[in-house]
């Protein structure tokens, strides 16, 4: 069965492209414009996850968030926050009421489904998909395997874990010390350097003839995996 996500948002552009979006990757999609119905429609079906916007009429997200949590068939449900707000005493606010994930517009389509995923994996692993695709970039987590534009790819156990995170994250530019603490540990002592060396390693298994880099180097910040790559990912953007 399709794991049922519920958007409550009051924009019609951007409930249109979610819907789009969602619906091509094997979502089933519900919808509701405000707060009240939000609550309406949970209630009469309880969502696999709710994307949920913090400015709604009725009630604000925050609200619609703080009752799913206290009813009994929606307590443990996945909620992600959607909102223009971007200070850290919003984002915390919204973590504190209950909220699984925060992500602040504009942000990209990409992004967006790799959060649901890595949330649906955390708290419903029943219901995560398995295999993640970012162009013609596709990953099996259950089979252990990668592929690029068709071809299996081959990766080391340090390569496999420095793609695992980046490509959950597309487009998000990593410090050699923010890597370093995702894949190897913050309690291993690792020089930064051996990031590069790893990330070289990485860039030359993907790196398969007519097929563009998907690693991208920022200079003095670190590295990322660069959703442009992508046809599908490419100038998808929801609006604020």
Not at 94 to 111: C, N, R, V
Request: hydrophobic share 40%.
């Amino acid at each position: 069965m399709k794991p049922h996500v519920l958007i409550a948002e009051d924009e019609g552009a951007l409930v249109t492209l979610l819907r789009y979006n969602l619906e091509r990757e094997g979502y089933r999609v519900s919808e509701a414009r405000d707060g009240e119905e939000a609550l309406l429609l949970a209630q009469e079906e309880p969502p696999d996850l709710v994307l949920l916007d913090w400015m709604l009429p009725q009630l604000s997200g925050i609200e619609v968030c703080r009752r799913l949590r206290n009813r009994l068939e929606t307590r443990n449900t996945p909620i992600i926050m959607l909102t223009a707000r971007g200070e850290e005493t919003d984002r915390i606010r919204g973590l504190d009421t209950g909220a699984d994930d925060y992500i602040t517009k504009p942000f990209s389509m990409t992004e967006l489904l790799a959060r649901l995923r890595a949330v649906l994996r955390r708290i419903r692993p029943s219901l995560a998909e398995d295999v993640v695709r970012i162009g013609d970039l596709e990953m099996d987590r259950v089979a252990h395997r990668v592929r690029r534009a068709g071809q299996e790819i081959h990766l080391g156990p340090t390569e496999y874990k420095l793609l695992d995170h980046l490509i959950q994250h597309p487009g998000r530019v990593f410090s050699r010390e923010q890597l370093l603490d995702a894949v190897w540990g913050s309690d291993v002592y690792v020089e930064a350097r051996t990031v590069d060396v790893h990330v070289g390693r990485l860039r030359k298994a993907l790196n398969i003839d007519g097929v563009r880099d998907p690693i991208r180097t920022v200079r003095s910040a670190g590295y990322a995996l660069d959703d442009m790559f992508s046809a599908e990912a490419a100038g998808v953007k929801a609006a604020s």
